[in-house]
């Protein structure tokens, strides 16, 4: 058994030690609350803008802007959307897990540390990297959504994925890999919009209103871009609840495991000092009995 100083010590530092981790899961609490407002927020009007390519292109009896059209598939573009810091538990893991189905052919664009972290470790075909604030506004976000459409229009990439942690709820996220562009299939694109914020499809009003388009490819062009904005912005919000939401439960884990270790280890040391004072009596007593 160890000695009451050794105990001692260490119960000075699982002390140190859970009062950082309950610092922490306070600050990730706040920033929780937050962020999961913000991400259910921006929900409504990404289904909505969805709703409204599908009408608006339901209109046209054929359509040939790059935006919507199939095109033979040389090298998927891969937007990861990863953490800066880490201490979140397995959500970067369970992320880049994805990773490995995923054909050598493909390039990537990450945002976030460990993101960029991981593509460089693996030797990934990395054409960009970017770091987001924790309050990321839309100005933010504009250069990696320039970023895409440029590398799209130059053909250098031949569809636009986004690679992200879908929020579900404060003890659930799951990693998601979503393909954005080309908008080749409306329909299932809005029904699986649908499905990933949890209202069918039935639920939303349907415009019926014929619709008077004089410039079509200007008007898809302007959609389209509209899509890929709002639908990034979304990504990078489902993100960020993700990772507070994960990081709260991770350190409330860690302060949680901390106070069974210090009780465990009150509990030794107090046995260490029951056995030392018996000891010394035992001591004293003999030494008594032998003068």
Known sequence: ??????????????????????????VAT??????????????????????LIVSVADEFEEITHKYFND?????RGILVIGTDKGLCGALNSNLFRMLSDVDSSAKFVSVGKRATQYLSRTHRDLLADFTLPDKPRYADIKPIIEFLLRSYGDD?????????????????????????????DLDEMSQKLHERFGVNDHQVP?????????NRNDVLSELGTLYLKQEIHQMV???????HSARMVAMKTATDNAGNLLNDLTL???????AAITQEIL???????SN
């Open 237 to 243: 919000m489902e993100s960020q609840a993700s990772e």
């Open 156 to 184: 250098k990439i031949d569809t636009i994925e986004v690679l992200h942690t879908g929020f579900i709820n404060t003890l659930r996220q799951e990693p998601e890999l979503v393909r954005l562009f080309p908008l080749n």
């Open 206 to 214: 349907k415009d019926n209103r014929e619709i008077l388009i004089e």
């Open 268 to 274: 030794q040391y107090n046995r260490a000092r029951q």
């Open 30 to 51: 706040s920033k929780m609350k937050k962020a999961q407002d913000a991400a259910k927020c921006g929900r409504p009007y990404a289904m909505l803008l969805a709703d």
């Open 1 to 26: 058994m160890a000695n009451s100083r050794d105990i001692r010590l260490r119960i000075k530092g699982v002390k140190s030690t859970r009062q950082i981790t309950k610092a922490m899961q306070m």
């Open 71 to 75: 095109r033979p598939v040389r090298h």
């Open 283 to 289: 001591e004293i007593s003999a030494s008594t009995l």
